[in-house]
């Protein structure tokens, strides 16, 4: 499915047109033109590219590409540490270009200056808006705003990637990568995520809803194209590879990104990454758990070779890990440095690591009881975030580290919170009224390694009060009838096919109401402009009518942008693009209207 032309291998007939300007300009410069100790054909690898991948493994590796990030001026980049010999696919791109201001105008100063000015702005609208709930530490808020359209966004358009030596020279063939078009998924495109958009973010409004008296402004242009298409064609880098060029047809013939390579001959760690859970404490005779009980459970983070990421009992503390003293790859959450947002602004590199549990699996269900920030500086680790009595099913999370230290050492960094120890164990205890059944516990995580940024999960079931398993009713599926071919659920988001597992994490936090699947399923679809079918035809996930029939702020604003002046009238108008409104956006609006939706076909 992959359209690249790596190392001889021919591509998609479309992405070869559209990029054939690229590429004879490429060629053309004498850019494109390999060097002659790297020459191949299209039978496979020769010389000294084979030996390297017999060296570095011959499964190939996930490659993420980044430019303007790590707090770096904007078109700079760190050096890109990799494996020497080892076999890669281009599997993510992140470019970054910012502009700051003092004034409120929109992204025009995206257009004025920088790398992103040449590109094609016509079109350009601002699509959406969402301020963030939380004030910030001077008693200011921050608002985003949105814009999508411009022809750079939306029109078909092609990455070339072409690995050069310390002299310019080419090392080998050009590996061009087609992300396709914003109205629409193909057959030909070589990711199956394309996200292209550019964000200004407004840092001291005087309230929630007024920035007129504002001054500080940011504008980011983002490319962030990613999970690669199956069939992607790996390439291996020569010993002379110093650099690569990173050329887009939409700046064709002005100039590149240069993105450093140095190359590692023995790495301490492998690629990959895995996560195991064990239950500490021991069930009763008869395999199960009583309600009430305690259970400890212990992690082990390991990279792809079966090789610890931490020492057993203990896993990094968040400063060692936020002053880059973690080698291994680890991951924890990092929003406190680079924000994020659903769907628009860089989720996937949010990259948190925690754990939840969640059951009787037969009455998972959506939570939608808000779990506010107050709870994070508790001396709890664990948060209660489900019960049986209000939610109708028993759920628990943890993050690692645990919350009153990960937050509470970014809002009250005098107690010290970041500098804690953090263990690879964590107790979960059950309510005293659980239910017989199923209970899922589920660890997620990401992982990053010299190039390699990919997520991971687990899922291990338990039993109380009864040996005998019992299921999750989902109402929603199959998503592999769009989620294939590089999309599937087992590689995208946090690598999580099991979506019974889902829910304790994602419950609404008071900073972050849009947490809840449903939430984010119906925005991140209304929104991509690449969903395969009309949004109306909910049947396309929905298994039954009663899936659709819980009418709220939430489950209707997630897709819908506007609703009738009589709603607005009775329910207010609309203030958040995710949720419609505030705390009251889950609450069942009425039992009495909208049992079905027009053209879902249910």
Same mark, same amino acid.
């Given at each position: 499915?992959?359209?690249?032309?790596?190392?001889?291998?021919?591509?998609?007939?479309?992405?070869?047109?559209?990029?054939?300007?690229?590429?004879?300009?490429?060629?053309?410069?004498?850019?494109?033109?390999?060097?002659?100790?790297?020459?191949?054909?299209?039978?496979?690898?020769?010389?000294?590219?084979?030996?390297?991948?017999?060296?570095?493994?011959?499964?190939?590796?996930?490659?993420?590409?980044?430019?303007?990030?790590?707090?770096?001026?904007?078109?700079?980049?760190?050096?890109?540490?990799?494996?020497?010999?080892?076999?890669?696919?281009?599997?993510?791109?992140?470019?970054?270009?910012?502009?700051?201001?003092?004034?409120?105008?929109?992204?025009?100063?995206?257009?004025? &200056?920088?790398? +992103?000015?040449? @590109? #094609?702005?016509? /079109?350009?609208?601002?699509?959406?808006?969402? $301020? %963030?709930? =939380?004030?910030?530490?001077?008693?200011?808020?921050?608002?985003?705003?949105?814009?999508?359209?411009?022809?750079?966004?939306?029109? &078909?358009?092609? +990455?070339?990637? @072409? #690995?050069?030596? /310390?002299?310019?020279?080419?090392?080998?063939? $050009? %590996?061009? =990568?087609?992300?396709?078009?914003?109205?629409?998924?193909?057959?030909?495109?070589?990711?199956?995520?394309?996200?292209?958009?550019?964000?200004?973010?407004?840092?001291?409004?005087?309230?929630?809803?007024?920035?007129?008296?504002?001054?500080?402004?940011?504008?980011?242009?983002?490319?962030?194209?990613?999970?690669?298409?199956?069939?992607?064609?790996?390439?291996?880098?020569?010993?002379?590879?110093?650099?690569?060029?990173?050329?887009?047809?939409?700046?064709?013939?002005?100039?590149?990104?240069?993105?450093?390579?140095?190359?590692?001959?023995?790495?301490?760690?492998?690629?990959?990454?895995?996560?195991?859970?064990?239950?500490?404490?021991?069930?009763?005779?008869?395999?199960?758990?009583?309600?009430?009980?305690?259970?400890?459970?212990?992690?082990?983070?390991?990279?792809?070779?079966?090789?610890?990421?931490?020492?057993?009992?203990?896993?990094?503390?968040?400063?060692?890990?936020?002053?880059?003293?973690?080698?291994?790859?680890?991951?924890?959450?990092?929003?406190?440095?680079?924000?994020?947002?659903?769907?628009?602004?860089?989720?996937?590199?949010?990259?948190?690591?925690?754990?939840?549990?969640?059951?009787?699996?037969?009455?998972?269900?959506?939570?939608?009881?808000?779990?506010?920030?107050?709870?994070?500086?508790?001396?709890?680790?664990?948060?209660?975030?489900?019960?049986?009595?209000?939610?109708?099913?028993?759920?628990?999370?943890?993050?690692?580290?645990?919350?009153?230290?990960?937050?509470?050492?970014?809002?009250?960094?005098?107690?010290?919170?970041?500098?804690?120890?953090?263990?690879?164990?964590?107790?979960?205890?059950?309510?005293?009224?659980?239910?017989?059944?199923?209970?899922?516990?589920?660890?997620?995580?990401?992982?990053?390694?010299?190039?390699?940024?990919?997520?991971?999960?687990?899922?291990?079931?338990?039993?109380?009060?009864?040996?005998?398993?019992?299921?999750?009713?989902?109402?929603?599926?199959?998503?592999?009838?769009?989620?294939?071919?590089?999309?599937?659920?087992?590689?995208?988001?946090?690598?999580?096919?099991?979506?019974?597992?889902?829910?304790?994490?994602?419950?609404?936090?008071?900073?972050?109401?849009?947490?809840?699947?449903?939430?984010?399923?119906?925005?991140?679809?209304?929104?991509?402009?690449?969903?395969?079918?009309?949004?109306?035809?909910?049947?396309?996930?929905?298994?039954?009518?009663?899936?659709?029939?819980?009418?709220?702020?939430?489950?209707?604003?997630?897709?819908?942008?506007?609703?009738?002046?009589?709603?607005?009238?009775?329910?207010?108008?609309?203030?958040?693009?995710?949720?419609?409104?505030?705390?009251?956006?889950?609450?069942?609006?009425?039992?009495?209207?909208?049992?079905?939706?027009?053209?879902?076909?249910?």
């Amino acid at each position: 499915m992959s359209g690249q032309i790596a190392l001889g291998v021919p591509s998609h007939a479309s992405v070869l047109l559209r990029g054939m300007g690229l590429v004879a300009f490429l060629w053309g410069a004498g850019f494109a033109r390999p060097a002659a100790a790297s020459e191949v054909t299209s039978a496979g690898k020769t010389g000294e590219d084979a030996r390297e991948v017999a060296r570095g493994g011959s499964k190939p590796i996930p490659l993420a590409l980044e430019v303007g990030y790590e707090g770096l001026p904007p078109g700079k980049v760190q050096p890109l540490r990799v494996k020497a010999g080892q076999s890669f696919f281009i599997n993510q791109i992140d470019v970054r270009e910012v502009v700051k201001s003092t004034r409120d105008e929109g992204v025009d100063g995206l257009r004025r &200056t920088g790398r +992103f000015a040449q @590109l #094609p702005w016509q /079109g350009l609208k601002q699509a959406d808006e969402e $301020p %963030i709930i =939380l004030p910030n530490a001077d008693g200011t808020y921050t608002r985003r705003r949105f814009y999508r359209q411009a022809q750079w966004m939306e029109q &078909t358009s092609v +990455f070339t990637v @072409l #690995p050069v030596d /310390g002299w310019g020279r080419p090392t080998g063939r $050009p %590996i061009l =990568l087609n992300i396709g078009r914003g109205d629409r998924r193909q057959p030909t495109d070589d990711f199956f995520i394309r996200r292209l958009r550019a964000v200004q973010t407004t840092a001291d409004c005087k309230s929630v809803s007024d920035c007129s008296t504002a001054r500080n402004f940011t504008e980011e242009a983002l490319v962030e194209v990613r999970n690669a298409r199956t069939g992607a064609t790996p390439f291996t880098l020569t010993r002379n590879t110093r650099a690569l060029r990173l050329f887009w047809t939409m700046r064709a013939g002005v100039d590149y990104y240069t993105i450093p390579i140095e190359q590692e001959d023995k790495p301490a760690y492998a690629y990959g990454a895995s996560v195991d859970i064990k239950a500490l404490t021991p069930p009763r005779a008869n395999g199960t758990y009583a309600a009430g009980a305690s259970i400890t459970f212990q992690l082990t983070l390991r990279d792809g070779a079966g090789k610890r990421l931490h020492p057993q009992g203990s896993l990094p503390t968040y400063k060692e890990y936020s002053s880059g003293q973690v080698d291994s790859g680890l991951q924890y959450y990092r929003a406190f440095f680079e924000p994020t947002t659903t769907y628009y602004l860089r989720k996937h590199r949010e990259r948190m690591l925690m754990t939840q549990i969640i059951g009787p699996a037969q009455k998972i269900q959506p939570i939608r009881s808000i779990v506010d920030l107050d709870a994070f500086f508790g001396a709890d680790d664990v948060q209660t975030v489900g019960t049986l009595e209000r939610d109708g099913v028993f759920a628990q999370f943890q993050t690692f580290p645990p919350a009153n230290d990960l937050f509470g050492g970014a809002f009250f960094p005098d107690k010290g919170g970041w500098d804690a120890p953090v263990s690879d164990t964590w107790t979960y205890t059950l309510p005293a009224n659980a239910e017989p059944g199923t209970y899922l516990v589920t660890v997620k995580g990401r992982r990053v390694y010299l190039g390699e940024d990919i997520p991971f999960s687990k899922t291990i079931n338990i039993q109380v009060e009864s040996a005998q398993p019992t299921q999750p009713n989902l109402t929603t599926g199959p998503c592999n009838s769009c989620h294939s071919e590089g999309g599937e659920l087992v590689k995208v988001l946090h690598a999580n096919d099991n979506r019974a597992g889902c829910n304790a994490c994602h419950a609404p936090l008071g900073f972050e109401l849009e947490g809840p699947i449903a939430v984010r399923t119906h925005f991140i679809h209304s929104r991509s402009g690449r969903y395969d079918s009309p949004l109306q035809q909910c049947d396309k996930c929905h298994l039954k009518a009663e899936g659709i029939q819980r009418t709220s702020k939430a489950a209707c604003l997630s897709c819908h942008k506007s609703y009738p002046d009589t709603h607005v009238q009775q329910f207010g108008p609309i203030e958040s693009m995710y949720v419609g409104g505030g705390r009251e956006s889950f609450q069942q609006c009425t039992d009495s209207c909208h049992k079905t939706h027009p053209g879902s076909n249910l």
